[in-house]
């Protein structure tokens, strides 16, 4: 997996899509097609990048709609995304990312 994950517009570091994921309840499975859902790929496409079927894919979403509480993708998403921003207010993940933000930008800030 890359450093980042770009969803939607968004650009999540490897433990910031990590630790999402673990507050989510997501198995290893469940995480990679969430991020294939994230960033709108096809069916076929995260079926095929998983080396899953098509119809074994649609199990596995239909199964994160029941795990998450949702009826269909939209509803996967604004999920996910509530989710993001209760983590991104956590002042561990927030002290986190903006200690980040200023050792990238300014090349200081070692906390």
């Known amino acids: 997996m890359s450093a980042r994950i770009a969803a939607r517009g968004l650009w999540l570091e490897s433990d910031e899509w990590s630790e999402l ?3 989510l309840r997501l ?3 469940e995480s990679d097609i969430l991020r294939g859902v ?3 790929c ?3 496409d995260i079926a095929a990048g998983m ?3 098509v ?3 649609r199990t596995h979403v239909a199964r994160l709609h029941l795990k998450l509480g949702v009826v269909d993708r939209v509803q996967l ?3 996910v995304f509530q989710q993001l921003l209760h983590m991104l207010e956590d002042p561990e993940c927030r002290t986190a990312r903006q200690a980040r933000i200023q050792r990238r930008f300014t090349g200081t800030g070692n906390g």
Request: aromatic letters at 0%; charged letters at 30%.
């Open 21 to 23: 994921c673990r507050r």
């Open 27 to 29: 198995s290893g499975k």
């Open 38 to 40: 994230l960033v709108d």
């Open 42 to 44: 096809k069916d076929h």
């Open 51 to 53: 080396g899953i079927s």
């Open 55 to 57: 119809h074994t894919l």
């Open 77 to 79: 998403v604004c999920a």
